[in-house]
């Protein structure tokens, strides 16, 4: 009897995995996943490039230029002129005008997106002063704390022990990355700190920006064009104060007494205008073709890359505990990104077995439908939005 319903269940195991084994099978060799397998790998190594080369780039340049907010400032300014002439020839040759958006969603929705981000990356280039590209690399990583917790204030995901302990260990794992570190900078630290601190917010806003398909803005250059301008706004006042004066007496600029010199700075600062115009460009190329998991993995392996590169080409040092800490760090980052597959996974499943109810229960016109029923109802329709 026992071998029966054995065998029996075998049978039940094998009529039921390996027609599901088959289709994954088939799904994977399928040419729209390898299409889009390869296109994801091409976004991501775009995007790997640009990041990379500007973050070297900034963190040579502003250590020989002592304006950050200003050459930000400039770099804002190239990247609106630009997308602004790549919108109006697309407009010119599909005879189709570009979204523009009215005044009350500009500010409404557009605003606090370009405010944060303006500060992030004015942060994150004031920081390169004091700090090294690996101690910068690392405390920017922990951004992706700071977006888990606005994804749970802002309700895009719910409180769960696992989430905590994943906050835990990768701010233990900061902790042993700065411990007795000889290059640690405390006014560098602070300042990047803070650039993650608002970068978890501008990519938490700008998620909604570009998922919310009545604005319009799912096309980067549209997304740019318009967040641009915020970004000058919230940049002016800092750096007109920190800077206004230096920049406005310094002899590689405004008071060239060469123009061998006043070149070569306006070709550096454009030079970095462009490499973070790729940059942004590539960003939201890929959060919108793809998803915020795919950045957060893609954002893991380009830390490490960064690090490797900063051992090898800057000379930084780490000793055991810093090293320590950065495995401990990429784990927690690791394990967070693990984590929010396997949601994202269940949560899927469930919508698509209350959807196979919903279907059962309307075949036959009007069924009766319980409370229960009713909640499921009204959970998929709020997922959906």
């Known amino acids: 009897m026992v071998k029966k319903e054995k065998s029996f269940r075998g049978h039940i195991l094998e009529d039921v995995v390996e027609p599901k084994a088959k289709l994954v099978k088939k799904s994977i060799c399928s040419r729209s996943f390898l299409g889009n397998l390869l296109s994801t790998g091409v976004l991501v190594l775009i995007y790997y490039t640009f990041s990379i080369s500007l973050t070297f780039y900034n963190q040579r340049f502003i250590h020989s230029y002592k304006?950050?907010?200003?050459?930000?400032?400039?770099?804002?300014?190239?990247?609106?002129?630009?997308?602004?002439?790549?919108?109006?020839?697309?407009?010119?040759?599909?005879?189709?005008?570009?979204?523009?958006?009215?005044?009350?969603?500009?500010?409404?929705?557009?605003?606090?997106?370009?405010?944060?981000?303006?500060?992030?990356?004015?942060?994150?280039?004031?920081?390169?002063?004091?700090?090294?590209?690996?101690?910068?690399?690392?405390?920017?990583?922990?951004?992706?704390?700071?977006?888990?917790?606005?994804?749970?204030?802002?309700?895009?995901?719910?409180?769960?022990?696992?989430?905590v302990f994943v906050v835990l260990f990768i701010s233990g794992g900061l902790f042993m990355f700065t411990y007795h570190s000889t290059q640690f900078n405390l006014e560098g630290f602070i300042m990047v700190m803070i650039a993650s601190f608002l970068s978890g917010i501008r990519w938490t806003l700008a998620q909604f920006i570009l998922q919310k398909k009545e604005l319009g803005l799912s096309n980067p250059l549209d997304m740019m064009y318009h967040v641009q301008p915020w970004m000058m706004l919230g940049l002016l006042p800092l750096s007109t104060t920190f800077e206004g004066i230096e920049i406005s007496t310094t002899n590689r600029l405004f008071r060239y007494e060469d123009t061998t010199v006043l070149l070569t700075s306006i070709g550096l600062i454009l030079t970095g205008a462009c490499l973070a115009f790729l940059l942004e460009f590539s960003e939201f190329l890929l959060l919108s073709r793809t998803s915020s998991l795919t950045l957060s993995i893609s954002g893991i392996f380009k830390e490490i890359c960064t690090l490797y590169l900063a051992t090898q080409i800057n000379g930084d040092k780490m000793n055991s505990i810093n090293l320590l800490g950065l495995v401990v760090c990429l784990f927690g980052i690791s394990l967070h990104v693990l984590l929010r597959a396997v949601s994202s996974t269940d949560k899927k499943e469930k919508i698509h077995a209350t959807e196979e109810r919903i279907e059962m229960l309307t075949r036959d016109g009007d069924a009766y439908t319980d409370d229960d029923d009713e909640e499921d109802v009204f959970n998929v329709a709020r997922d959906r939005r």
């Open 67 to 163: 304006y950050p907010l200003s050459v930000t400032m400039c770099h804002l300014i190239v990247k609106f002129v630009l997308a602004g002439l790549i919108r109006s020839c697309l407009q010119c040759k599909s005879k189709t005008p570009r979204i523009t958006l009215d005044w009350g969603p500009y500010i409404r929705k557009l605003g606090p997106t370009g405010l944060t981000s303006v500060l992030d990356i004015g942060f994150s280039n004031w920081s390169f002063e004091f700090i090294t590209v690996s101690l910068y690399t690392m405390c920017k990583s922990t951004a992706v704390i700071f977006i888990l917790i606005f994804s749970i204030i802002f309700r895009l995901e719910k409180m769960r022990c696992s989430l």
